[in-house]
């Protein structure tokens, strides 16, 4: 199972929007809605930011949106704040009952 | 509050076996799925497997299996992963996280460190 394609890298001013895309195949992204994206800050665990494509856990910021279109899903970070810069990966669930984590976005704010 | 908290860092020799637990508090351990990660110094997270607690059912990834055992012991809330034959490229922080709102709580870590 190859990890899931992330660009390595996104910044954007603050105030701007910015969007991470995660690129799949049929058998995982584009066969369920079971995407979800993490946050990870240095040193600390992930914290889920977005889970089931779309939704979002309670005590997370409305400018974290997710959405999918075919075998690529998709975090815009709406409104950029400084502390929004970290590592994003997205994750989904696949056909054969396993996980698959994207590659990794390191988000810069300018 | 729903929490996880795993065991403490370990040093490895190659060839050498490690466990490593996840305690789970404020919920009902059977009710959800415990998964495994890791993520290697400097690298991003890698899916291990995930064991649910209320029937003992495993997945583990294909890179893993036959190396990774997931257990549980249903009257201590914990959760388990043994992974055998270490070598260098083990060394990783090991996270274990519950299935619930995407993998909504994660524990700490728990640093191995492989050496000779």
């Known amino acids: 199972q190859s990890a899931l394609t992330q660009p390595a890298s996104v910044s954007g001013s603050p105030g701007q929007s910015i969007t991470i895309s995660c690129a799949g195949t049929s058998s995982d992204v584009g066969a369920y809605n079971y995407v979800s994206w993490y946050q990870q800050l240095p040193g600390k665990a992930p914290k889920v930011m977005v889970y089931d494509v779309s939704a979002r856990p309670s005590g997370v910021s409305n400018r974290f949106s997710g959405s999918k279109s075919g075998n690529t899903a998709s975090l815009t970070i709406s409104g950029l704040q400084a502390e929004d810069e970290a590592d994003y990966y997205c994750c989904s669930y696949t056909r054969s009952r396993t996980v698959v984590f994207g590659t990794g976005t390191r988000v810069t704010v300018l | 509050q729903v929490q996880l908290v795993q065991s403490g860092a370990e040093v490895k020799k190659t060839g050498a076996s490690v466990k490593v637990s996840c305690e789970a508090s404020g919920y009902t351990f059977s009710n959800n799925e415990i998964y495994w990660m890791r993520q290697a110094p400097g690298q991003g997270l890698e899916w291990m497997g995930w064991i649910s607690p209320g029937n003992g059912d495993t997945k583990y990834s294909q890179k893993f299996q036959g190396r990774v055992s997931l257990t549980r012991d249903i009257s201590a809330s914990t959760a388990f992963m043994e992974l055998s034959s270490l070598i260098f490229e083990d060394t990783a922080v090991y996270y274990c996280?519950?299935?619930?709102?995407?993998?909504?709580?994660w524990g700490q870590g728990t640093t191995v460190t492989v050496s000779s």
């Open positions: 996280a519950r299935n619930g709102g995407g993998l909504g709580v």
